[in-house]
């Protein structure tokens, strides 16, 4: 599936940290969503594969119908399941070239890309688009180190999909990127560990918009 460079100017990865319930959750998604944030990629670390299901199931549906991109983040059989429109995955997971033959030929696939050739093998396996980092030193993923805004300007200007910057990116270090040739930024604590998510995504879409091929 093509994706649009300025579909991916706000890309929201989801972390319940900070909602009390799986209610409170889909409400965070929905403001994110409702803010301008047209990916939303689902990411749980720690559900089993039945309540990641059947969370994954109200989030492809609340993505529907508010009539944005679901993502889920690594699980390739609950983003076949759910119908989910695709998913993310990381150099350790299952490769690009195998996921596709998995969701078909219609799913979007995002691939995680560091380097240079990291981001050309993921484009030539068949991926959507890439999400490089981390920018900027992250709480999210403590194992994920910062990469130079020269290898971010490399890996965008090497590859003909879209790019977004992922890691510890903040409503004040996102205007660092400018330059960098990114279609967008995917956000996590910057959109739910706030008070109004709604207007958080709201100022960081303008910021990003800002930014954006730069």
């Not at 089993?48 to 990641?52: L, Q």
């Not at 699980?75 to 609950?78: H, L, T």
């Given at each position: 599936?093509?994706?649009?460079?300025?579909?991916?100017r706000?890309?929201?990865?989801?972390?319940?940290?900070w909602?009390?319930?799986?209610?409170a959750?889909?409400?965070?998604?929905e403001a994110?969503?409702?803010?301008g944030?047209?990916?939303v990629?689902l990411?749980?670390k720690?559900l089993?594969?039945?309540?990641?299901l059947?969370?994954?199931?109200r989030?492809?549906?609340?993505?529907?119908?508010?009539g944005?991109v679901?993502?889920?983040n690594d699980?390739?059989?609950?983003a076949?399941?759910t119908g989910a429109?695709g998913?993310?995955v990381?150099?350790e997971?299952?490769?690009?070239?195998?996921?596709?033959?998995?969701?078909?030929?219609?799913k979007i696939i995002g691939v995680s890309?560091?380097?240079?050739?990291?981001?050309?093998?993921?484009q030539?396996?068949?991926a959507?688009?890439?999400g490089?980092?981390a920018?900027?030193?992250?709480?999210?993923k403590t194992?994920a180190?910062?990469?130079?805004?020269?290898t971010i300007r490399?890996?965008?200007?090497?590859v003909d999909i879209?790019?977004?910057a992922?890691?510890g990116?903040?409503r004040?270090?996102l205007?660092?990127?400018?330059?960098?040739?990114?279609d967008g930024v995917?956000?996590?604590?910057?959109?739910f560990?706030?008070?109004?998510?709604?207007?958080?995504?709201?100022?960081?879409?303008?910021?990003?918009n800002?930014?954006a091929?730069?």
């Open positions: 599936m093509h994706v649009r460079s300025e579909q991916l706000l890309y929201a990865v989801t972390d319940r940290a909602a009390a319930d799986e209610d959750f889909l409400a965070q998604v994110a969503i409702d803010g944030a047209a990916f990629q990411r749980e720690h089993d594969d039945k309540d990641f059947a969370e994954a199931e989030f492809v549906a609340l993505c529907r119908r508010k944005v679901s993502i889920i699980n390739v059989e609950i076949a399941k429109d998913v993310h990381g150099q997971d299952l490769a690009a070239g195998r996921v596709r033959q998995v969701l078909g030929p219609d890309a560091h380097t240079v050739e990291e981001a050309l093998a993921a030539a396996a068949g959507d688009y890439l490089t980092g920018a900027f030193v992250t709480g999210t194992d180190k910062p990469i130079s805004r020269d490399a890996i965008c200007a090497a879209p790019v977004v992922i890691g990116i903040t004040d270090n205007p660092e990127l400018k330059g960098c040739g990114l995917a956000v996590v604590s910057a959109l560990a706030q008070k109004d998510v709604k207007a958080a995504a709201r100022e960081l879409l303008a910021l990003s800002e930014i091929d730069q």
